[in-house]
């Protein structure tokens, strides 16, 4: 692939990124639009993240199938299509079924567009943890301003339902450009053989690094989903004014994806993750000092984004370079296992919170124990993830 070519797929994967961002993030604030429309409790709504999360898990087979066959451009062409019909369920859906499909689809079709960019750039040779962690910065940055579409929202039509058409719009401009794209790197969709699938499924290393997406994904979710809530306890202010530590975070998280290669020249991709889960994990103790100082909260929020940011892109780098003849089944393997902790952290996150009534600390405390246990792990196994790949 030509340099320039290049940097155009490279522009556009930025751009998709930061689509991806806003779909992801506008789901929770348009929460009260969908159980209105649907007459259903917010609790009952609520569920449609089980169903995202599902969409991301089911996504690894039908990538490993359909991707096959389709190839790169073909994910690249048709996984915004199906984030656009996710969409346009969410801004119309007026029954629970729907609104939960359009869910479903929301993960399945953002899946499939990280996956095809992260295997497309992470297949190359070069500082491709680097490139990985710039291009998934955006996802950050998009996660800002998805939330600011919804209450835009709200001020011109009194409810979210003209956020989700926005995020199809900006959907839109990824299934042309792929088009107009024509060069796709070959590798990045090749089909790998059966017994390259067979080894990496029965691969220890494979199934550490699917654990370590797995934690990582939960303690992203839980924490940017619980951060509000922890703050507005722990300073006593409105619902409105704790949902800054929220930006905080996801504003920390993007900052450090993006400049991460400045880590990346100095320390190498396999001790940076450690490094990085020990930052996250100085975030939560400064962020359970909020009750004396306040300020904690916000400062918290931002060393633990800055410790988390670049760990999921580092990782599917890493992934890449050890199993290069299977880059998509590694990539979408990480992707999607990442889906399954997102189901139950979170959750466990939520039930500390309220067994710790007026402070909340304990869902601190809970995922402080997870990353402990991360470390331990990392730390023991961490040979065996050399950059060197198998035989083939």
């Not at 996956?115 to 998934?136: C, M, P």
């Not at 951060?227 to 920390?252: D, L, N």
Request: net charge positive; hydrophobic share 55%.
């Amino acid at each position: 692939m030509r340099a320039s070519t290049s940097s155009v797929l490279f522009a556009l994967a930025c751009y998709a990124f930061v689509s991806l961002g806003i779909s992801a993030a506008l789901l929770g604030p348009l929460l009260p639009t969908l159980a209105a429309r649907a007459n259903a409790g917010l609790e009952q709504i609520g569920v449609i993240f089980t169903w995202m999360s599902l969409g991301y898990i089911l996504s690894a087979l039908i990538i490993n199938t359909l991707g096959a066959k389709v190839g790169a451009r073909g994910m690249l062409i048709a996984s915004p299509l199906v984030v656009i019909l996710s969409m346009t369920l969410l801004a119309l859906g007026e029954r629970l079924d729907v609104l939960f499909l359009g869910g479903c689809l929301l993960g399945l079709g953002q899946s499939g567009t990280q996956v095809a960019y992260n295997t497309i750039f992470g297949a190359q040779s070069g500082e491709s943890a680097a490139k990985l962690n710039r291009l998934n910065a955006f996802f950050g940055l998009g996660a800002l301003v998805g939330p600011l579409l919804v209450s835009v929202s709200y001020i011109f039509v009194a409810d979210g339902g003209l956020a989700p058409w926005a995020a199809a719009v900006m959907a839109l401009p990824l299934t042309v450009g792929a088009i107009a794209v024509r060069s796709v790197p070959s590798r990045a969709g090749a089909p790998s053989a059966s017994h390259d699938h067979r080894r990496l499924l029965t691969s220890p290393t494979a199934l550490l690094l699917c654990l370590m997406m797995a934690l990582y994904v939960g303690c992203e979710v839980a924490f940017s989903g619980w951060t509000a809530e922890f703050t507005r306890r722990a300073v006593s202010i409105s619902p409105a004014q704790a949902a800054s530590a929220v930006s905080v975070f996801w504003a920390a998280l993007a900052f450090s994806r993006y400049f991460a290669n400045l880590a990346l020249a100095r320390i190498p991709p396999i001790q940076l993750v450690g490094v990085l889960f020990g930052v996250a994990l100085l975030g939560l103790l400064i962020m359970l000092t909020a009750y004396q100082v306040g300020a904690a909260a916000w400062l918290g929020a931002a060393v633990v984004g800055i410790g988390l940011g670049p760990i999921y892109p580092t990782l599917v780098s890493i992934g890449i370079q050890k199993f290069p003849f299977a880059a998509r089944m590694i990539t979408s393997a990480l992707t999607s296992v990442g889906a399954v902790g997102a189901l139950f952290i979170p959750a466990l996150t939520g039930a500390a919170m309220e067994i710790g009534a007026a402070s909340g600390t304990e869902a601190w405390l809970l995922l402080i124990g997870v990353l402990l246990a991360v470390l331990a792990l990392w730390g023991s196994t961490r040979r065996s993830l050399s950059p060197r790949p198998l035989a083939r």
